[in-house]
């Protein structure tokens, strides 16, 4: 069994590889200084991260200067943030590989079946989800694709991480992540699990030597054991070819480093050249690989709302709690007067007149302030597209079913852009996934499958299919070697219910016409080229051999 290719989980050890290699003392104390100057232009994107979990979270009366005292949070913003992700929910992505050569249509058609189960044995649905809710507090989600060396018995297999904004650092300007000289991953590890995993580092850690922005939380975290474990990826031009670097360091130590590594010295740590982060930004910023989310469109609303809406709440508790005056030559007692459990009073004094005692009378909030606040909640929800008829509700006197869906259909333009951003982003993780199947497939690897019939099948695979290929010779004349290339395709894997009872509706409207009929198959297939439907190419393909539908 060909050796296990290394990962930035877990690397043989700098003094194993050898002392002489082109990364060292100086090379890492010089990368230690670019990532802190990574970091020091990363500085207002990481205050905004933190302030805005703190509005998620409905705690940003905290994060507001100048406003003390008790304050009620509303969660229209919190409302908006939880439909929006449902949608993205609902339109969890499936991939089809598509050959771009008739020679490689087996290979794509096999990639279609084992890329599910990849991103299903790493928990795939759960860091989709995660990075859904990142990406619509921060703006930004970003994926990790690596490859593990320990993951399936040591034999080695790709691995899927959702990663933290806070913990990722690049050049600063860079709109694009793969055109900045270096990329850092900077994660907080325990001591103890560091000396364990590498013996070297025994009497080198203390506290951390890069400090890296964290949440507000709920529990006390302490990080005084703890030491900054940082990733470096970079990527050096030779002979013309861009290949992209690893190494790892830990208080100023270097842990790995590939150009040490006679293995990756010259191809790259990985062949594909790219760095193993995938950006998934919500609304684009220009300057920066990162955008702004949905909470920093919404956060001013949703303070003018809990401004006004605190002040309703503040007059209307004061005018169902009656204060008085009391005349202080008068004789009346007060803590009778307070206790509205006894039914009598005792005052002093032979007349008591209407100023011995008198009622604090409150003005009530003119109606037009309710309105402004109604108008301010219609704000929130217009501007985040997150209007009734989106949620199932309506207004206005809509009774209507067609209408009804028409209003839902045009009302989710704005969450079709916005799955269709997270779908690129998929488009590229997938990518990614292939080519490391390429590299590191070696060894074949089982999956199990739905066949064509829907039963289950087991198959073994390996890179072999789609390894650079010989193309051998003609008339005397070297072909050279040619790299399978397929294109990624995604489409919504879960239709949403009212799609499906659609689907179905239109299946029964085209029955009761008579278009599954053999005899009218030519005016059925006419009619078939004129509609836009799932499924509709197969039904095609039905109707144009002749198969009875009925």
């Given at each position: ?112 079946q084992i890329l599910p189960v990849i991103f299903e044995r790493n928990g795939f649905e759960k860091i989709y989800s995660d990075a859904w809710w990142y990406k619509l507090k921060a703006g930004t989600a970003v994926y990790g694709i690596f490859w593990n060396p320990l993951k399936n018995n040591g034999l080695g297999d790709i691995e899927i991480k959702q990663v933290d904004v806070l913990n990722l650092f690049w050049e600063p300007g860079v709109k694009d992540i793969q055109k900045s000289k270096n990329i850092f991953h900077v994660e907080l590890m325990d001591n103890d699990a560091l000396v364990s995993l590498y013996p070297q580092l025994s009497g080198k850690l203390g506290s951390s030597t890069v400090e890296i922005a964290h949440y507000v939380f709920d529990d006390s975290v302490d990080t005084s054991e703890k030491s900054a474990v940082i990733d470096r990826y970079y990527k050096v031009i ?313």
């Amino acid at each position: 069994m060909k050796e296990n290719k290394k990962t930035y989980e877990k690397v043989k050890p700098a003094e194993t590889i050898g002392t002489k290699g082109v990364i060292g003392q100086e090379e890492t104390e010089k990368a230690i200084s670019i990532l802190k100057k990574y970091k020091e232009g990363k500085t207002a994107l990481e205050n905004r991260i933190v302030d805005n979990e703190q509005w998620f979270k409905l705690r940003h009366w905290e994060q507001l200067r100048g406003d003390k005292g008790d304050k009620n949070a509303s969660a229209w913003l919190f409302n908006s943030i939880a439909n929006k992700h449902a949608d993205a929910m609902d339109n969890y992505p499936e991939v089809t590989c598509l050959p771009r050569e008739v020679s490689d249509e087996k290979a794509a058609t096999v990639l279609s079946q084992i890329l599910p189960v990849i991103f299903e044995r790493n928990g795939f649905e759960k860091i989709y989800s995660d990075a859904w809710w990142y990406k619509l507090k921060a703006g930004t989600a970003v994926y990790g694709i690596f490859w593990n060396p320990l993951k399936n018995n040591g034999l080695g297999d790709i691995e899927i991480k959702q990663v933290d904004v806070l913990n990722l650092f690049w050049e600063p300007g860079v709109k694009d992540i793969q055109k900045s000289k270096n990329i850092f991953h900077v994660e907080l590890m325990d001591n103890d699990a560091l000396v364990s995993l590498y013996p070297q580092l025994s009497g080198k850690l203390g506290s951390s030597t890069v400090e890296i922005a964290h949440y507000v939380f709920d529990d006390s975290v302490d990080t005084s054991e703890k030491s900054a474990v940082i990733d470096r990826y970079y990527k050096v031009i030779r002979n013309g070819v861009e290949t992209v670097h690893y190494c790892k360091i830990c208080n100023n130590e270097l842990l790995y480093a590939s150009e040490n590594d006679p293995e990756y010295s010259e191809r790259g740590f990985y062949d594909h050249g790219q760095y193993p982060f995938v950006f998934d930004s919500l609304f684009v910023e220009e300057g920066t690989p990162c955008g702004f989310g949905y909470i920093d469109i919404m956060k001013d609303a949703q303070k003018q709302i809990d401004l006004l809406g605190n002040a309703l709440v503040k007059n209307a508790t004061m005018a169902t709690n009656p204060r008085y005056f009391i005349n202080s030559s008068g004789a009346v007692n007060e803590e009778e007067f307070a206790d509205w459990s006894n039914n009598f009073v005792h005052v002093s004094g032979s007349n008591l007149g209407e100023d011995s005692i008198r009622e604090i009378r409150m003005s009530g909030i003119p109606e037009i302030y309710l309105g402004i606040l109604n108008s301010k909640i219609d704000e929130l929800k217009e501007t985040s597209g997150n209007r009734d008829f989106s949620q199932g509700g309506v207004s206005s006197g809509v009774t209507a079913a067609s209408a009804i869906a028409a209003l839902q259909e045009a009302g989710s333009k704005l969450t079709r852009d916005m799955v269709k951003g997270g779908y690129r982003a998929f488009s590229e993780l997938n990518s990614l996934a292939v080519e490391l199947i390429r590299q590191f497939y070696d060894e074949p690897r089982f999956f199990r499958i739905l066949g064509d019939n829907g039963q289950q099948e087991f198959i073994s695979y390996d890179n072999s299919q789609i390894r650079l290929k010989n193309q051998g010779s003609t008339f005397g004349i070297e072909m050279g070697s040619r790299k399978p290339v397929f294109d990624i395709k995604v489409s919504a894997q879960k239709a949403s219910p009212f799609t499906k009872i659609s689907q179905n509706e239109l299946a029964l409207q085209l029955y009761n016409a008579g278009m599954f009929n053999p005899e009218f198959r030519q005016q059925a297939l006419l009619a078939i080229s004129m509609m836009d439907f799932e499924g509709k190419s197969a039904l095609a393909a039905k109707l144009s051999s002749g198969v009875s539908m009925i």
